[in-house]
C-alpha cells in the first residue's frame, strides 16, 4: 500500500538557519498529490502546500518544496528559520481521484533563540 | 464559514463507559474523516465517509469502535466499553475536490 516516510521525529534548530525536513513516499499511484501539514501547540494540523506537478517549486508562507518523482521526494525547505515555526509538520500523500490521504509519522521542529 | 465542528471539545469518561463524539463538517464537503492523535502513534486514520457512505474503515479498531454518518451535516464515532488505551485527541476532517483536508479542533477524550 501508500506509505509516508519522515525520518526525523525532531529536529532542532537555531533561528535564522535554514531548515528542511525530508518526506519520501511509496504509492501505486503515477500521479500523486503531495502535501505538508504544519501543527502548532494545542491546535488541529492545517494545510500549509500542496502538489501534484513533478520537479515545480510550490510555495507558501515562507516555505517551499518540490516535488521529485524520479526520488520519490517532497522535501520541505525555508531559507530561515524563525521562532514561529516551531510545531510538528506532517508529510502526506494521496492518489488521483482518491480522497483518502496518507500520512507519514510527522517531524517536530523546534526552533530556539 | 465556520469551519469544522466538534464536540464535545473534552469528554472523560470512566473505563469501560461508552463516548459518542460528534462531527459537523464543512457545508459542501463530501468526504468526512476521523483520525486518533497521540504523542506515541501520531497521526492515526480511523475512518472516512464519501457523500455520507462509509468508504475506509481499515483504521478502526474492530470490536468496540463504529462510525456512522446519519445525513450531510453530521458524523458521529462511538466506543463502547472505553479503555484508557482509548485517550486520544480525536480529529475529524472534511474534504472536497481539491483533497485538501480541513481539521476540526478536535475532541480530547480521557479515560481514567
Known amino acids: 500500500g501508500d506509505s509516508v516516510t519522515q525520518t526525523e521525529g525532531l529536529v532542532t534548530l537555531t533561528e535564522g538557519l535554514p531548515v528542511m525536513l525530508n518526506c519520501t513516499y511509496q504509492?501505486?499511484?503515477?500521479?500523486?498529490?503531495l502535501f505538508w501539514y504544519v501543527q502548532h501547540l494545542n491546535e488541529s494540523p492545517r494545510l500549509l502546500l500542496k502538489?501534484?506537478?513533478?520537479?515545480k517549486r510550490t510555495e507558501h508562507q515562507g516555505f517551499h518544496a518540490t516535488l521529485h518523482k524520479s526520488s520519490s521526494s517532497f522535501h520541505l525547505q525555508k531559507s530561515s528559520a524563525q521562532l514561529s515555526d516551531s510545531a510538528l509538520y506532517y508529510c502526506?500523500?494521496?492518489?488521483?481521484?482518491?480522497?483518502?490521504?496518507?500520512f507519514g509519522s510527522g517531524t517536530r521542529l523546534l526552533v530556539s533563540p | 464559514n465556520a469551519g469544522v465542528i466538534q464536540t464535545p471539545r473534552h469528554k472523560v469518561t470512566g473505563k469501560g463507559q461508552e463516548a459518542t463524539l460528534w462531527c459537523e463538517p464543512i457545508?459542501?464537503?463530501?468526504?468526512v474523516f476521523w483520525y486518533r492523535q497521540t504523542i506515541v502513534q501520531g497521526l492515526e486514520f480511523l475512518t472516512y465517509?464519501?457523500?455520507?457512505?462509509?468508504?475506509?474503515d481499515s483504521g478502526m479498531p474492530k470490536e468496540r469502535f463504529s462510525a456512522q454518518m446519519p445525513n450531510q451535516s453530521h458524523s458521529t464515532l462511538k466506543i463502547q466499553s472505553t479503555q484508557p488505551q482509548d485517550s486520544a485527541v480525536y480529529l475529524c476532517?472534511?474534504?472536497?475536490?481539491?483533497?485538501?483536508?480541513?481539521f476540526g479542533p478536535g475532541t480530547r477524550l480521557t479515560v481514567l
Open positions: 457545508s459542501g464537503h463530501s468526504a
Open positions: 502526506a500523500l494521496t492518489g488521483t481521484g482518491g480522497y483518502k490521504v496518507v
Open positions: 502538489s501534484f506537478t513533478d520537479n
Open positions: 476532517a472534511s474534504s472536497e475536490s481539491s483533497y485538501e483536508q480541513y
Open positions: 465517509f464519501r457523500n455520507q457512505a462509509p468508504i475506509d
Open positions: 504509492t501505486i499511484y503515477s500521479n500523486p498529490f
